[in-house]
């Protein structure tokens, strides 16, 4: 059995660069508290699992609380003795101010009582030092990088500041495998008490069931031909999530808001696009009750839309990261991605694989899924089989890699007027990093801007399951 004292030594916290600014944002006799109060009474380690070495300000104090929390791990008790031990075997104790430090620090604890109150001091300080140090960061990084332009410069100050925002939460940590694993098998415990779907669910049951929901961190791509129902899908991912009470922001480069209005109150409320476009719909009382009904519902949707055509990637991250400070945002849908520019980008191939990189960077750092339209090449017009590939993504690679999920949407009658499969759309999983492909099938409502969960269990026709066996 491994003696907790032959552990490694923990990692220093972070050396924040020591100024007068600095020194004001501590807590230090809320950090000797804490200190002294463990040491006396080890249980109350277990009150503040949310406090971490690198809230510490003072270097002694934290390596103490790292060792602490070691040997706690290691199942040995805690007292001065066996920590000043830990560090005499790594010829450390000095760095900690000896034996006699932590002595100090039991002897002269006021009360034990108020550890709860000393640790909110100890993260709020901590917090306030990290904004302070993004704030320096901020200010280097605007005079060093004298090559990129304005916007982008920005783009990188809001980067900054809202990673430390972030990690005022939840602050990245490099972990043992043994650490890993633990976690996931609480992570599957956790999973199996809860069942259902724990992502941003899309309305739609087979989808969901693949997918399991759209997780924040990734990536996914809607690609297909012109008039396949790219935007539909969208539209009707964006409102069924929307109804969960979802926070969305949508960037519709191609469509007005008008227009993306009029397609998700008419889905929503299963209203011909027609009779809204020609306003007819007002003519009848019964449809009008319908409209009222599904204006209603659009309108208490929490969704952020910027139509503004020819935007730079540097300001749908601005005005994500603005929203989520504000607000909150649970997930972005891009409408399309080829239409995003990106103004440190010379060529298109480099354009879009930029846009590509930080779109993802952007579901990394929010935590949120992002989902992007994409087009797709005229070659596969070419083809006898029209089922997109992925070589079929237009103008870069970079976005098959950067996606954690690509799917093809295709119509059979679009191009095949006598189709045994009129108003039925494949939804075409080619890439998931996560999990299985495969081909899901959902009902197609053109009139009404409107997918939908088919009916029935669909089997598709005999002839196109021997095609999918020959391997075309």
Sequence with gaps: MNDCLDFPPPPPPYPYQETPTIRQLCAIDSEQNIIGTILLKPEKLLDVPELRSIDFFDNQNAMIFDAMIAISEANKPIDVVIVAEYFERRGQLENIGGMGYMIDLVK?????????????????????????????????????DGELGTEERLSNAEAIFTAANVSIESTAEVVEMNTAVKDYIEYL?????????????????????????LKGGE????????????????????ANACRQGVKAYFSSLEMPRNQLVQRM?????????????????????????????????????????????????????SRCRAKFRKGGLDILLIDYLQLIEDRTAKSRFEVVSSVSRKLKALAKELDIPVVALSQLSRKLEER?????????????????????????????????????????????????????????????????????????????????????????
């Design 219 to 238: 990536m996914y791509i809607i690609a297909a031909r012109p008039g396949m129902g790219k935007t539909t899908y969208a539209t009707n991912i964006l």
């Design 108 to 144: 002269n604890l006021a009360s034990s009582r108020n550890i709860l109150a000393h640790t909110k001091l100890v993260t709020d300080r901590a917090k306030e030092r990290r904004l302070v140090q993004a704030a320096q960061d901020i200010q280097e990084a605007i005079y060093q």
């Design 384 to 472: 006898p089989d029209k089922r997109p590939i992925m070589s079929d993504l237009r103008e870069s690679g970079q976005i098959e890699q950067d996606a954690d999920v690509i799917q093809f949407l295709f119509r059979d009658e679009v191009y095949n007027e006598d189709s045994n499969k009129k108003g039925i759309c494949e939804v075409i999983t080619s890439k998931f990093r996560d999990g299985e492909t495969g081909t899901d099938y959902v009902a197609f409502f053109g009139a009404q801007n409107r997918m939908a969960d088919l009916a029935h269990e669909y089997t598709p026709p005999v002839d196109e399951q021997k095609t999918k066996k020959k391997g075309f």
């Design 265 to 317: 109150i008419a889905s929503t409320g299963n209203i011909n696009l027609s009779k809204l476009k020609d306003a007819s719909i007002l003519a009848c009382s019964h449809e009008s009750a319908k409209l009222t009904v599904s204006i209603s519902l659009v309108k208490d949707m929490n969704v952020a839309i910027d139509d503004q055509g020819g935007v730079d990637i540097a300001d749908i991250r």
């Design 189 to 213: 415990s956790w999973r199996f008490e809860n069942e259902g779907i724990h992502g941003v669910k899309t309305g739609f049951e087979k989808i969901d069931e693949r997918l399991q929901g």
